[in-house]
């Protein structure tokens, strides 16, 4: 999920926005402009529909700045990923809490702008190991798994049909049936035989399962050899452009002493 993360401007606080005819009427409510027209204005519903017109063109540029906003950006959820990725919710409270999620307020109050400026500082000194899931074959849905990360050491449940589940530890697959590893391979080749069934091989292992392994990444025969790529990232680098637009807002923040927003 990604949000349009800004900082509003003091313009219209100042009393310096740009000149609109009713602009005695404009409000600041939270951090959005609102029109209060008199019942006067408003009974002339031709003349009202006309200035609301005006108003919200005035609203994409108030002043010298876009929208009003000081700064924005689109800040996104790679950070709060990856502090989940190294399993370091602990050192990173408030990166987690208040940052854009579906589950709070949408502003940071400028009380944590001090915290979040060291949680930034000690994240970019830290380094993940993981390990990426990938097909050697170049097939249509091989990208799929480019983007599926796990930590190194982490035993990550796959997926699961019954009493079968299928996991994987670093570069290790396993399929486990009641609690017994029936299959284990590091070079994991699947091939689906028909409707729920799967073949898992690995050189002269072999195993049977119905673990729903997505069928629509296989058709009928259609056998792939599975793997997995271990990377370790810097998350100077992996974060740069996130960790500088957070900085940015942060010091956009600490100017106009406005909080920051998103929508």
């Not at 370091?88 to 589950?103: H, K, R, Y």
């Not at 930034?120 to 097909?135: F, G, Q």
Request: net charge negative.
């Amino acid at each position: 999920m990604s949000y349009i993360d800004y900082v509003r401007c003091n313009c219209f606080k100042e009393g310096i926005s740009k000149p609109f005819k009713y602009i005695k009427y404009v409000k600041l409510v939270g951090n959005y402009f609102e029109l209060e027209l008199p019942d006067e204005i408003k009974q002339d519903e031709a003349l009202a529909d006309k200035i609301y017109d005006e108003f919200y063109d005035w609203c994409d540029f108030p002043c010298e700045h876009e929208d009003g906003e000081y700064y924005s950006c689109k800040l996104g959820g790679k950070i709060q990923y990856y502090i989940y990725l190294m399993k370091a919710e602990t050192d990173f409270p408030t990166l987690l809490s208040q940052l854009p999620n579906l589950d709070h307020h949408t502003f940071i109050p400028t009380s944590y702008n001090a915290q979040l400026r060291a949680e930034i500082e000690e994240l970019m000194k830290r380094e993940v190991t993981c390990y990426n899931l990938v097909s050697k074959e170049p097939v249509e849905w091989g990208m799929y798994f480019q983007h599926y990360e796990v930590a190194e050491n982490v035993d990550e449940l796959l997926c699961e049909k019954g009493d079968e589940k299928l996991y994987s530890c670093n570069d290790v697959f396993r399929i486990e049936k009641n609690g017994e590893v029936i299959f284990r391979s590091s070079n994991l080749a699947v091939e689906r035989i028909i409707n729920r069934r799967f073949i898992f091989t690995d050189h002269d292992k072999r195993a049977e399962s119905t673990v729903f392994f997505d069928l629509n990444l296989f058709k009928k025969g259609n056998k792939q050899r599975l793997y997995y790529e271990k990377n370790t990232y810097s998350m100077k680098n992996k974060l740069q452009y996130d960790c500088e637009n957070l900085i940015n807002l942060l010091n956009a923040s600490d100017i106009t002493g406005n909080p920051i927003c998103w929508d």
